[in-house]
């Protein structure tokens, strides 16, 4: 069995790793939109928008199966082999889905709205994008952090570095920079395809059939997901004007620090939940989220506390009227991850289509509530209209849990109490943002808190991080 701890030090590897990640790629935005055109920069957004669409849809997210497929496949022998087979797959699928893209190239350029180079170099990305998210589910299930952290920070800094030196040497900025992001990535993962096919080159039918039968169910999820993610600010401009869907775009963005953190601690979570639960280690399973779910919500709570401050060093002034939009918005992260706790458990039992079928109700419930409630109360409704739909999707595979007689596994008065909490704490906020002195109070107090729970709990954290 997995160890505890050595679970733990990945959570906390993973955290760092990808808020550093995703951090540099929010320096870089700003540094883009000066060297782009406005023009430039709507072409730039929609192949970005293309290639993270589209990246998961065509390699069918054979990645997601790997989790599972290290439990049931004992030997280092079978699983070596299965990750072979898989990383093959990631590339022979889009190539084959390329081929009709090649044959009908002008009609596809219309459907994309994208230059006939940048569709060449899109698709030579979709070829190769996969193997980098394979190795580094295979090493989160061998809860080897380190590689996976460091290959996480290698292709941010790399990609960055490489598209600084191409916007010096091209004349085309809009071609260095997507060249830049593509390029770097791109040898990372053919170099990372080399190496699992010179320690196994295997290609076996029922490998692929069990990747296939895990992931392609996943494909509505994926696509509802991303329509959720987008249609709030599609519609925002449609109804409202883009000055709004700015406003709106940065508490979103804001708000999904949560996200990042949550999909942090899932990522680590997710090889020792399924090695517990594989065990009939209930007890530990609960235990565990007894410490995780605190965590989450003081996290969720702090971002909601200095929301004013965190916009306007963000945004400036003139995005302070969205600040009352964070708490519903962190909320609905925080009910993400609730339900990802949940549908963890779909995952072990692949039971996957249920998942896509409840995404994709999620979100036509969310296009209908915001064409109905944006009209009517402004671009704001979104951020409620988001929050209520992700409480209906934790509804839904709650019950989806229950019918597979498997709610046993979390202790579930516990974090729902602790999530009715969370969303007391958050609400809350709403109404001492005009008092400043009362929250600088809760924020002095929480980091005090803290800086003594640390202080008390220093050579843990000398382990985790040195050891």
Not at 230 to 239: E, R
Not at 421 to 433: G, K, M, P, R, S
Request: charged letters at 15%; glycine letters at 4%.
């Amino acid at each position: 069995m997995r160890k505890t701890g050595n679970a733990l030090k990945a959570g906390v590897w993973y955290i760092i790793s990808n808020f550093i990640s995703k951090s540099i790629l929010y320096i870089c935005t700003p540094l883009y939109t000066r060297l782009l055109t406005t023009a430039e920069y709507g072409q730039y957004s929609n192949f970005i928008s293309w290639q993270s669409m589209l990246a998961a849809f065509v390699t069918f997210d054979l990645s997601s199966s790997v989790g599972i497929a290290y439990i049931d496949f004992k030997s280092d022998l079978e699983f070596h082999e299965f990750i072979s087979t898989i990383s093959v797959c990631s590339v022979l699928i889009p190539m084959l889905f390329s081929l009709p893209v090649l044959l009908y190239l002008d009609e596809f350029v219309t459907i994309f709205d994208l230059d006939k180079t940048h569709l060449f170099i899109l698709l030579f990305y979709l070829c190769c994008c996969n193997t980098l998210q394979i190795y580094q589910a295979e090493q989160r299930s061998k809860i080897r952090y380190k590689l996976s952290s460091t290959l996480t920070l290698l292709v941010s800094c790399g990609g960055v570095a490489l598209t600084l030196i191409l916007v010096l040497c091209l004349q085309d900025n809009l071609m260095g920079i997507i060249l830049g992001n593509i390029l770097f990535n791109v040898v990372v993962n053919i170099g990372i395809l080399r190496a699992i096919l010179k320690k196994t080159m295997v290609i076996r039918w029922k490998y692929a059939r069990y990747g296939l039968l895990i992931s392609i169910p996943l494909i509505p999820h994926i696509l509802a997901g991303t329509i959720l993610g987008s249609s709030d600010k599609v519609m925002i401009t449609k109804m409202c004007g883009s000055e709004k869907t700015a406003l709106y775009s940065l508490v979103f963005t804001i708000a999904m620090i949560i996200t990042m953190f949550a999909s942090s601690i899932n990522k680590a979570w997710v090889p020792w939940f399924f090695d517990r639960l594989s065990n009939g280690d209930d007890i530990s399973i609960k235990n565990a989220v007894r410490k995780i779910f605190p965590l989450l919500s003081i996290s969720a709570f702090l971002i909601c506390l200095t929301a004013p401050e965190i916009v306007w060093i963000l945004g400036g002034k003139n995005y302070l009227e969205a600040v009352q939009l964070i708490p519903p918005l962190i909320l609905h992260c925080v009910c993400n991850f609730v339900s990802t706790l949940y549908i963890n458990i779909e995952f072990y039992t692949k039971k996957t289509f249920g998942i896509s079928v409840i995404t994709v109700i999620s979100s036509v419930i969310n296009l209908l509530l915001n064409w109905i409630f944006i009209r009517g109360f402004g671009y704001g409704a979104a951020a409620y209209t988001t929050l209520f739909s992700s409480v209906l999707t934790l509804i839904f595979h709650l019950y989806k849990i229950k019918k597979q007689k498997m709610l046993r596994i979390f202790d579930n008065k516990y974090n729902f109490a602790a999530l009715i909490v969370t969303f007391a704490a958050c609400l809350l906020t709403l109404c001492i943002y005009p008092l400043a002195m009362v929250r600088y109070c809760l924020m002095i107090g929480i980091i005090v808190v803290g800086c003594v729970l640390i202080c008390k709990n220093k050579r843990r954290i000398y382990e985790i991080f040195m050891r």
